[in-house]
């Protein structure tokens, strides 16, 4: 059986971000997983069934780790011999398509989810540029996992629109719509989650994803802030802060603290509940690739308020399973508020639409099958 490697930075990424995904490709190649240690490592192996193999890598720039984690990669995909090297996440698809090319792997594929380099500027984002065109001169066929992300790539010039294919509709591992369903959940677990957050009947606006300023939370909090004197309404933040990569604001921070009606929930290994007992949204983010959350709601009937960037404007019909804003604008974040607290049949009928759109579009098998497609034509 043909070898398939799947890499990504850190064992998160295996393990949530390609959910499924390597047992049903495990079915037609034997796949190996590699990234960096841990339990999560330790959770692929057992959840999807797949070899797994430890390259450590860093998010960060590391010449000297990065060029030890090539070699490490190298002597692997030389001992393997895959047919195909697949990568995601940026520092992965870096080392990996060097890796492979340097291994002589005939096909080596990368997939883009998102592009930090496009809110840096200076010469960190010149090296950053010379990096993504590099990862992509070393890959023979790129998948950006939105259609906006697609032309953002052909634009600045980073490669070749020939190397360049989106995976179905857009994502890059679609959604399982049966896990996420709001039917799962009782109204007494509803009921009871509220109780616990000390939500009564407010509007409850959602926030879901890493507590950072290139997610727009400084923008959120504070249009929320600005709302909540004179809206009844509470706002729910799930997630965890990345203190030394993309800390927020101290103002926002301040918020935070001083505004009972701010819900900080941390991080929770299972989302759903939370969604269960929104009203909306908010995600109102810099940059994405094919935000998970933004589906994930839609597919609990929660419509989103969502900045228009790649993917969340392909996933949002403005107006009819949620509404697209500006980016980094807290005006707009707070007229949109006020609107879906001020029509309450507009929202419901956008909560009925959201399931289904993303129902027809982004089930899990859908991107699974026409990645498969992807993989036996490579010849």
């Not at 980094?328 to 009928?349: C, G, L, R, S, Y």
């Amino acid at each position: 059986m043909k070898k398939i490697v799947r890499v990504t930075t850190i064992a998160d990424s295996l393990k949530d971000l390609l959910e499924g995904q390597l047992r049903f490709m495990n079915q037609h190649y034997e796949v190996i997983g590699v990234s960096g240690d841990g339990d999560s490592l330790r959770a692929v192996r057992a959840n999807e069934g797949v070899r797994t193999e430890v390259v450590e890598m860093t998010r960060t720039i590391s010449p000297i780790k990065d060029l030890k984690a090539v070699y490490q990669l190298y002597k692997i995909l030389k001992k393997e011999k895959p047919h195909i090297v697949h990568t995601h996440t940026p520092k992965a698809g870096t080392i990996g398509m060097l890796a492979a090319k340097l291994a002589g792997v005939k096909h080596r594929f990368h997939t883009v989810a998102g592009m930090p380099l496009l809110v840096v500027n200076g010469p960190k984002r010149f090296l950053l540029n010379i990096v993504e065109k590099f990862t992509y001169a070393c890959a023979t066929k790129v998948f950006p996992n939105s259609f906006g992300l697609k032309e953002i790539i052909i634009s600045e010039g980073f490669t070749t629109k020939s190397k360049l294919k989106v995976i179905g509709k857009g994502s890059s591992n679609g959604i399982d719509i049966d896990y996420f369903d709001r039917n799962r959940f009782s109204k007494d677990e509803q009921n009871k989650l509220k109780r616990e957050l000390e939500i009564k009947d407010e509007f409850v606006f959602t926030f879901v994803g890493r507590l950072v300023s290139d997610k727009g939370v400084n923008e959120l909090v504070t249009a929320f802030d600005s709302i909540n004197k004179d809206y009844n309404a509470k706002l729910v933040l799930v997630g965890w802060r990345e203190e030394q990569l993309d800390p927020l604001l101290q103002e926002t921070e301040t918020i935070i603290q001083k505004n009972s009606n701010i819900i900080e929930v941390g991080y929770q290994p299972d989302v759903r509940p939370f969604y269960t007992i929104a009203d909306a949204l908010v995600f109102p983010s810099y940059r994405e690739g094919f935000p998970n959350v933004v589906l994930q709601a839609g597919a609990m009937h929660v419509p989103s308020i969502v900045s228009d960037i790649n993917g969340c404007n392909e996933i949002i019909r403005n107006g009819e399973n949620g509404i697209i804003i500006p980016v980094k604008d807290v005006n707009a974040i707070e007229t949109a508020m006020k609107h879906f607290i001020n029509t309450p049949e507009e929202v419901q009928d956008m909560k009925t639409k959201s399931r289904q759109i993303i129902v027809d579009n982004y089930r899990h098998e859908y991107i699974w099958e026409a990645l498969l497609k992807e993989y036996q034509n490579a010849n």
